[in-house]
T-cell receptor
Framework: DAKTTQPPSMDCAEGRAANLPCNHS???????VYWYRQIHSQGPQYIIH???NNETNEMASLIITEDRKSSTLILPHATLRDTAVYYC?????????????FGKGTKLSVKP | AAGVIQSPRHLIKEKRETATLKCYPI?????VYWYQQGPGQDPQFLIS???????DKGSIPDRFSAQQFSDYHSELNMSSLELGDSALYFC???????????FGSGTRLTVV
């Protein structure tokens, strides 16, 4: 799996958008970008994933650059409950090829 | 909706004892993954099973073994426990290894 680079920590004001960047410059053509988050001591939670098009769901939006070397997770209106460690992971989607390998995520602190 | 069930939630063992952690995947999920998360660490992949066969192996110590049974539940067996084995152990499941994994709430193992 390709390696990702994320800032170790970020702050965000409650109600504002949180934009979490991720660099994955060595991503392969068949690798997807996945985002998970882990609220303190809970199991990691799936947020969103994408290949090359921007994606949106009820939790977040994922913006992937045209060259696919970086992406941004957007939480449009951050709440205190969004305080967590956010992990950007790249892997192939099918079968057992490439398990989820967690790197050093971004600790997001949402402040009132 | 049914989630991934892990048991027990908490476990205290003495050094050199053995421990067995259990994981019940989401119904119809055929792939199970085990992760270890030490204090202040990111989740580390241990081992995975697809259709009752080991599919991938990560940083699992030789003292640990795991298997997936005919009903798709999985057990992680840990022997000769060491203080450093104290950690959160997460199980996740997916269908065919595709898309997002669903994680359980974890088992907190404390070795004293």
């Amino acid at each position: 799996d390709a390696k990702t680079t994320q800032p170790p920590s970020m702050d965000c004001a409650e109600g504002r958008a949180a934009n979490l960047p991720c660099n994955h410059s060595t991503i392969s053509g068949n690798e997807y970008v996945y985002w998970y988050r882990q609220i303190h001591s809970q199991g990691p939670q799936y947020i969103i994933h994408g290949l090359k098009n921007n994606e949106t769901n009820e939790m977040a939006s994922l913006i992937i650059t045209e060259d696919r070397k970086s992406s941004t997770l957007i939480l449009p209106h951050a709440t205190l409950r969004d305080t967590a460690v956010y992990y950007c992971i790249v892997r192939v989607a099918e079968g057992s090829q490439g398990n989820l390998i967690f790197g050093k995520g971004t600790k997001l602190s949402v402040k009132p | 909706a049914a989630g991934v069930i892990q048991s027990p939630r908490h476990l205290i063992k003495e050094k050199r004892e053995t421990a067995t952690l259990k994981c019940y995947p989401i119904p119809r999920h055929d792939t199970v993954y085990w992760y270890q998360q030490g204090p202040g660490q990111d989740p580390q992949f241990l081992i995975s099973f697809y259709e009752k066969m080991q599919s991938d192996k990560g940083s699992i110590p030789d003292r640990f073994s795991a298997q997936q049974f005919s009903d798709y539940h999985s057990e992680l067996n840990m022997s000769s426990l060491e203080l450093g084995d104290s950690a959160l152990y997460f199980c996740a499941s997916s269908f065919g290894g595709a898309w997002g994994y669903t994680f359980g709430s974890g088992t907190r193992l404390t070795v004293v």
